[in-house]
């Protein structure tokens, strides 16, 4: 008796890991916005799976993703697998009436000068009237006072010594009776430690700046008296200074009215152990109330984010690399505590690993392979080489280095990139990410670009 239960338990087991299974849509009744979408999910690759009655492929893991057309309208589909029939209704609403063209927005300049503070900290200062893309001058602390000449829309125009203006939001500045327009420079100190080339600028308040990377570094302070266009420029020639940086992280930020400025000095490297030493952060993304994307066998982003975590932290460990892990297990995290931890360990490299996905309208078939992704130009040398090793230690198609304004990635502190390792809806880079031989294969294939970047 005892044989036969666990042989039914068996057959039953079978029989309900190649359930038909949609992971999306998530319900059977839906309206989607768009002229098509897909279904992802899992079925027997033993058996044919029909959608309207059409063949749908079946990768050899059970997984699969189908594109369907939309009409206008309630579009119903039938998925059949064996005996397994699902129904799902989804609705395409009709499309709305073009909005009347809204006038350009102006620009409203002021007849005079007003004075502002900023009240929020790492206020972005922008190079364009709008909250996204890569517009970001450099980040403004809390109580910072600014000078605005105007306003567009949701922005008030921020004056930049005599010739530059910026954008900052509305809701990031209060208006003040009292202001001057100029700052003085007294002089500056230079420090040089074991880690960083250290400039300290002492003003009489704190006033708007950029850093601009390059060779020279660049330090430009906004609205400083006696000095060309109100604007001092300190020109910081990297190849030239004694150690023959390049640029590995910088930061820049007041102390009262003081500005400090560091400048990570290079590493001296061991040829044959590169990594040794080298503070690495690894952030597995999302976590805890956070899935991310769901994969086409029903594994959440968030879990295979902290399995190649925990793959990449073993590997550089073994190495010499001190590691700093943003998350060691399912918990959650807010975007800039992530960075905020990594800036905490003086972490020099900082890595956000994840699943990519795309949204209604797409061929999630068509979407595959690993793709980085940076904010800053001094990223973008690590990126291309960890991408170089990635793609052809693993096979893994090259889905590109592109600069995007993702949140974990704009931090100047570490050299920060995020790695979309593949795409959890499309079945066959699915299948690989849920592999241990392919979590251990990526996190060397990383390893070794990190290495190489050093060594070059």
């Not at 039938?78 to 699902?86: Q, Y």
């Not at 190079?127 to 922005?155: C, W, Y």
């Not at 109330?289 to 073993?314: H, M, P, S, V």
């Amino acid at each position: 008796m005892k044989r036969f239960i666990f042989t039914l338990a068996l057959l039953l087991a079978a029989q309900n890991a190649y359930a038909l299974d949609v992971v999306y849509p998530k319900k059977n009744v839906v309206t989607i916005n768009a002229q098509s979408t897909f279904f992802i999910g899992s079925s027997d690759p033993k058996k044919k799976l029909t959608v309207n009655g059409k063949p749908v492929d079946i990768h050899k893991s059970g997984g699969f993703a189908y594109v369907v057309p939309l009409d206008i309208g309630a579009n119903n589909f039938n998925l059949k697998s064996g005996r397994e029939k699902l129904n799902f209704t989804i609705t395409r609403p009709e499309p709305k009436a073009p909005a009347a063209a809204k006038p350009a927005p102006q620009f409203n300049e002021y007849e005079a000068m007003r004075y502002g503070i900023i009240t929020e900290e790492n206020t972005p200062l922008r190079t364009t009237p709008v909250d996204a893309g890569i517009n970001r001058i450099s980040h403004l602390q809390k109580n910072m006072q600014v000078v605005i000449d105007g306003e567009k829309e949701n922005f008030y125009s921020i004056i930049l010594g005599s010739s530059k203006t910026g954008w900052i939001n509305k809701s990031n500045i209060k208006f003040t009776d009292n202001g001057s327009s100029l700052a003085e420079l007294s002089g500056y100190d230079y420090i040089d430690t074991d880690e960083f080339f250290i400039f300290v600028f002492h003003l009489d308040k704190m006033t708007p700046f950029e850093l601009v990377e390059g060779d020279p570094f660049q330090i430009k302070i906004f609205n400083v008296s006696d000095n060309p266009e109100n604007t001092y420029v300190m020109n910081f020639p990297l190849a030239k200074s004694p150690q023959k940086a390049k640029l590995t992280g910088y930061s820049a930020r007041f102390s009262g009215t003081d500005f400090i400025v560091k400048i990570r000095k290079p590493f001296l490297i061991d040829r044959d152990k590169p990594l040794k030493g080298i503070k690495i952060a690894i952030d597995a993304g999302h976590g805890g109330n956070e899935n991310g994307a769901i994969g086409c066998l029903r594994d959440n982003e968030k879990d295979l984010n902290l399995a190649f975590a925990k793959q990449l932290e073993e590997e550089l460990n073994r190495r010499g690399a001190k590691v700093f892990m943003t998350r060691k297990d399912d918990s959650t995290l807010g975007l800039n505590e992530r960075v905020e931890m990594a800036n905490e360990e003086d972490s020099t490299i900082f890595i956000s690993l994840h699943g990519n996905a795309v949204p209604d309208g797409l061929d999630p078939n068509a979407a595959t392979g690993t793709g980085i992704y940076y904010y800053y130009n001094q990223s973008k040398p690590l990126a291309d080489y960890i991408i170089s090793e990635i793609t052809s230690q693993t096979g893994m198609k090259n889905d590109g280095v592109r600069q995007r304004s993702f949140a974990v990635v704009r931090n100047t502190n570490a050299l920060s990139i995020l790695i979309e390792i593949g795409y959890v809806i499309n079945p066959e880079d699915n299948a690989k990410m849920r592999e241990k031989n392919f979590q251990k294969d990526t996190a060397k294939a990383i390893a070794d670009g990190i290495e190489k970047y050093f060594k070059n």
